[in-house]
């Protein structure tokens, strides 16, 4: 009905015109209609690339067509019209304008979808200029309403009296039935305000039973806003039809979820509870606006999902290439280019960039020299551009200013290069941290005596001379003052009784930490901090002992028989055995404690109890226990020195039971000798004993 209305009044209007035009000034001249001066059109796909293969349902490509005005002969509000044919109709039918060169403003143009034509209306421009010409273009697609199946297309142009032949496309016809839980398209409508983009979700074209369905829909693309009073929802019945979904039986139920609906926190999308959609779908539609100007062939990426049945979830993306039909745009095809160089021009690796599109603030790369110096990103718009270094080289110093590109910078291979050149950061006196070196036993106590070096780098030049150098004192750290970097710590001598441990090296960094490098496979090197703590191994190597059996005069005895065992107790099998001569007796002891046993003694002299004592690591040896009394109730004696033990044997003077018998001839006991002992080889003194013997005793 509305579209009788619209022909009735254009009818009257152009009735109007008529009549009102029969009372104008004779002077006013009409507008007159030059189609001869379009020369060309074409095809390309959507890129404004070589149209190379065949055409989906819905899939857009462009319309191209070369005009050249004739000279002092075109006029302001002359036209050209130029006629679609059926097969084809217009993707996008916003008004475009026609520009030359320099950005004057040549004519206007009015696609009409109903009609299918482009009406070109030229502006003054034309009146005041000579050699006028130019190129345009516009979006269309196959109307799969007119081609139903797969097929060839003439794309013939008709402009006035002629017809031009832009070129053959294919049609790969209707798509199967497919399954459809959520979709998403976008699209731009030609009243709509600047940077305005349309989307569409379709949910349930299945008409399945599904529960909890949520939908949520966000921008990927940056500064993109959801327009909440666009937003409106319909619960309709989905069918298939030539290809394509059509919904009918709409039901307008945005009054009843627009208040479920939650625009996310920075406006750049929306959740949406819908709940069961029980064999019924819904379609849902709203604007979004870009928050700064968008370019013809800037893609906007909006992904929507669908979250159902308690756990499963369906995405759809749409990617809109905004569309502004006119002038020649070449999209995504520009390239920015930098060579990196240190003052004397040559290439420098490792620093890294920033590309940020202006109009957005979208950082479309991220790029980090190579060897060469180079890195580049590609796929860009034509605009403005800063390039920001985020990290320089090492040893040099990061720009402090950024480096704008503008559109009229890209050549003609749709591509700019900066050349960048770094300063070498000024050699910095490096500030010393304090370190601390610990020098201890299995215990954690600091020993004495370990002799250590420190050298610059990773190896040690003796002809150089140290870092520092330094000999340990018991219960004492040292603190030394190095710069960071690397160096490596030598022991020429290890404190007695303990292993000399390997280089050790280690890496001063710049907050005043220890990062050990490398350093002896059995040592034990810790780094706290700024502390470096080595623990020294005892010294387990057999060391030599002497045995020394004396007597009480100091002399070397010779006859006793000893044994030597490992432990506290004279058990088990000896780790030594030997008769004393008149020599020390050497022995070759590992670290421990040990037991001396005296089996017996040399002649004359008493035999000592157990002796206990211990090797030390650094060779000496020590008594820990003296032994039981000997037979006299008298100590061991036993010395200690060095590494020499000498025990020492008492004289065997200890009173023992001695028998006299006085016999006769015949063996028999007589009585009546008077006898008596001296003590001596002389019967001088007085007698020890004295007695007279008794008959059978």
């Given at each position: ?5 619209r ?5 009257v ?5 008529v ?6 000034p004779?002077?006013q ?16 796909n959507?890129s404004?690339?070589?149209l190379?293969q ?28 130029l ?35 482009i ?6 421009f ?30 013939n142009?008709?402009?006035g009296?002629r017809?031009?032949f ?7 016809g ?9 979709e ?11 940077n ?7 949910v ?11 939908i ?6 940056p500064?993109?806003?959801?327009l ?7 619960k309709?019945d ?7 979904w ?8 945005t009054?009843?979820f627009k ?9 750049d ?6 709940g069961?959609?029980?064999?019924f779908?819904?379609?849902i ?34 990617t ?21 160089v240190?003052?004397?021009?040559q ?12 109009r ?5 790369g ?20 800063t390039?920001?270094?985020v ?6 110093d990061k ?11 890209f ?17 910095k ?11 201890v ?8 005596g370990a002799e ?7 190896t040690?030049?003796?002809e150089?001379?140290p870092?520092?150098?330094?000999t340990?004192v018991?219960?004492?750290?040292k ?19 303990y ?8 890496t ?5 930490s ?57 058990e088990g099998?000896?780790?030594e ?16 404690i040990?037991t001396?046993?005296?089996e017996?003694?040399?002649?004359g ?28 109730g008298?100590?061991?004696?036993v ?20 028998t006299?018998?006085?016999i ?6 007589i ?11 002389k ?7 004295s007695?007279?013997s008794?008959?059978?005793?």
């Open positions: 009905m509305n579209k009788k209305i022909s009735w009044i254009q009818i209007i152009l009735c109007l015109g009549i009102l035009q029969s009372f104008a004779l002077t001249v009409r507008a007159a209609e030059y189609n001869d001066v379009i020369t060309s059109v074409g095809v390309e959507k404004g690339e070589a190379t065949g055409l989906d349902i819905w899939q857009e490509f462009r319309l191209t067509a070369d005009f050249v005005l004739p000279d002092n002969t075109v006029h302001e509000g002359d036209t050209t019209t006629q679609l044919p059926s097969e084809i109709a217009f993707s996008n039918s916003s008004d475009i304008e026609l520009r030359d060169a320099s950005n004057n403003l040549v004519a206007t143009g009015r696609l009409d979808a109903a009609s299918k034509t009406t070109l209306t030229y502006t003054k034309v009146e005041n200029n000579s050699g006028v010409r130019g190129k345009f273009f516009v979006y269309v697609r196959v109307d799969h309403d007119v081609v139903s199946e797969e097929k060839d297309v003439d794309v142009i008709t402009v009296h017809v031009l832009a070129g053959k496309i294919r049609y790969n209707p798509p199967g039935k497919y399954d459809s839980k959520i998403k398209s976008s699209f731009q409508f030609k009243d709509d305000e600047k305005v983009i349309r989307y569409n979700i379709t349930n074209r299945n008409m399945a039973n599904y529960s909890d369905v949520t949520k829909d966000a921008f990927s693309s500064n993109m806003t959801f909440p009073d666009t937003f409106r929802i319909y309709v989905w069918s298939w039809n030539n290809g394509d059509k919904w009918t039986n709409a039901r307008d139920m009054e009843t208040n479920q609906l939650v625009v996310n926190a920075n406006g999308g929306f959740t949406l509870p819908l069961d959609t029980n064999g779908g819904y379609m539609e709203y604007r979004a606006k870009a928050n700064y100007d968008l370019v013809d062939g800037e893609e906007i990426t909006n992904v929507a999902n669908m979250s159902y049945n308690g756990s499963e979830n369906e995405q759809s993306t749409s809109r290439t905004y569309q502004i039909a006119g002038g020649v745009a070449e999209g995504y095809v520009f390239t920015i280019k930098i060579h990196k240190d003052e004397a021009g290439p420098l690796q490792g620093a890294v960039f920033e590309v940020i599109r202006d957005n603030q979208a950082v479309v991220r790029l980090t020299t190579g060897p060469d110096g180079n890195a580049s990103v590609g796929k860009l718009l034509r605009d403005n551009y390039i920001r270094e990290t320089a080289p090492l040893g040099y720009l402090t200013e950024d480096i704008k590109i503008s559109p009229d910078e050549g003609s291979d749709k591509s700019v290069e900066r050349r960048i050149e770094n300063k070498k950061t000024p050699p006196t490096p500030i010393e941290k304090e370190i601390t070196f610990k020098k036993d299995p215990n954690g106590k600091e020993i004495p250590l070096k420190i050298y610059s780098g990773d040690v030049n003796l150089e001379a870092v520092a150098d330094w340990t018991a219960d004492t750290s603190v030394i003052k190095l710069a960071p970097g690397t160096y490596t710590l030598r022991e020429f001598n290890a404190p007695e009784g292993q000399i441990v390997g280089d050790i090296t280690y001063v960094n710049a907050d005043g220890i990062t050990i490098k490398n350093k002896g496979a059995d040592d034990t090197v810790l780094a706290a901090g700024p502390v470096l703590t080595i623990t020294d191994k005892e010294d387990t190597s057999p060391k030599p002992i002497t045995f020394s059996k004396v007597n009480l005069g100091g002399n070397e005895i010779p006859g006793a028989q000893i044994k030597i065992y490992k432990g506290d107790k004279a099998t000896a780790v055995s030997w008769t004393s001569t008149d020599q020390p007796k050497q022995l070759n002891l590992e670290p421990g040990y001396f046993h005296e017996a003694a040399p002649t002299y008493l035999k000592v109890t157990d002796i206990t004592f211990q090797v030390k690591p650094n060779g000496t040896v020590e008594v820990t226990k003296v032994g039981e009394k000997d037979s006299k008298e100590d061991n004696r010395v200690a020195q060095d590494s020499t033990l000498t025990v020492t044997d008492k004289d065997d003077d200890v009173a023992r039971k001695i006299f018998s006085k006769s001839l015949g063996g028999v006991e009585a009546g000798a008077q006898i008596k002992i001296y003590k001596g080889d019967a001088e003194g007085t007698a020890v004993e007695w007279t008794e008959a059978g005793k």
